[in-house]
């Protein structure tokens, strides 16, 4: 079995979630990894199974059009059965697409290796992510997207040998991107393994310094709730929810966070949640797997004195 894996980066430097995927498609079979950005280190991909890396210039890494289409010759050439991506803004377009143009079968979100042993079945988060569904995938062409921090890295092979590749790849929705706003930050948010948020408990953006240090300390990313951005204490960027960046991390804490449906949303995929709250009704305590009681203007600085000590 023949896997595309369409490999994304950010800063030129491929992005972990990518990695993941080429994870998944690893355990599949023979991989060929595609790059239709700049990217530095595209010949790592081998070290998580790629056999070799496609690149292919003149096209918008970030317009899910383009990815669609230029997946859909790629899988064409490379006679491969499978294609596989991370779950992102741009392959959740790019995998309808996908579906429509190969008559594949598509399961988006999808948690851990794929069952092969009879027929071909996956494993994926819905409802946001409060229920699993095992799908069957039953076309011969198949389209997965790979949720972030569901897969563990193996990367124990060698680098993969890079082959430009020319493609006539023309779109049938005309999209003119004019500008592209990057996120700022030491970790970026939608990467993160570990993000501390908060939200209005903090009382203002002046208190924000003891929320970044606790990141820092732990190399983690700060996120607010959506209060916290409407009311411009922090970047718009930063606001995960319903209406803003759905997270996975394997570590999110909520500082001061109330935990109102919309913002669960947007994080109940996280592995472990830690709340810090003064008000023991806050409905995000009864989604958290760990809860403190307390004012985070006490807890916080005391909770990142013990870790500055113990890592």
């Not at 890396?53 to 317009?63: C, D, I, K, P, R």
């Not at 993000?195 to 300390?217: D, F, H, Q, Y």
Request: with cysteine; aromatic share 4%.
């Amino acid at each position: 079995m023949k896997v595309l894996v369409y490999i994304e980066s950010d800063g030129g430097v491929i992005k972990k979630s990518s990695l993941e995927a080429l994870t998944v498609a690893a355990s599949l079979g023979e991989v060929v990894g595609v790059v239709l950005d700049e990217v530095t280190n595209a010949a790592d991909a081998g070290k998580y199974g790629a056999s070799k890396v496609l690149t292919v210039s003149g096209l918008n890494g970030g317009s899910s059009e383009d990815v669609g289409n230029a997946l859909a010759e790629l899988s064409s050439i490379e006679s491969a059965d499978v294609i596989v991506m991370a779950h992102s803004s741009v392959s959740e377009g790019a995998s309808g697409r996908l579906g429509v143009k190969l008559n594949a079968s598509v399961a988006t979100n999808v948690i851990g290796l794929p069952d092969t042993s009879s027929g071909f079945k996956v494993k994926r988060g819905v409802y946001t992510g409060k229920a699993f569904l095992m799908v069957d995938l039953p076309k011969a062409k198949k389209v997965l997207t790979i949720k972030k921090n569901s897969v563990e890295l193996s990367g124990t092979g060698n680098e993969a040998p890079v082959e430009a590749v020319s493609l006539e790849v023309t779109s049938d929705i005309r999209i003119a991107v004019k500008e592209v706003m990057k996120q700022k930050g030491d970790v970026l948010l939608p990467e993160a393994d570990l993000v501390v948020s908060a939200g209005r408990g903090l009382k203002g953006p002046e208190n924000w310094g003891m929320i970044e240090e606790l990141a820092k300390t732990l190399g983690a990313a700060t996120a607010c709730s959506k209060p916290v951005s409407d009311a411009d204490w922090r970047p718009h960027h930063e606001h995960v929810g319903q209406t803003g960046i759905k997270v996975s991390p394997n570590l999110y804490i909520a500082v001061g966070i109330s935990g109102a449906i919309q913002h669960l949303a947007g994080v109940s995929s996280s592995k472990v949640i830690v709340v810090i709250n003064t008000d023991a009704e806050a409905p995000f305590f009864k989604a958290a797997d760990y809860g403190i009681l307390g004012d985070a203007f006490d807890v916080i600085p005391k909770l990142n004195d013990a870790l500055k000590n113990a890592l």
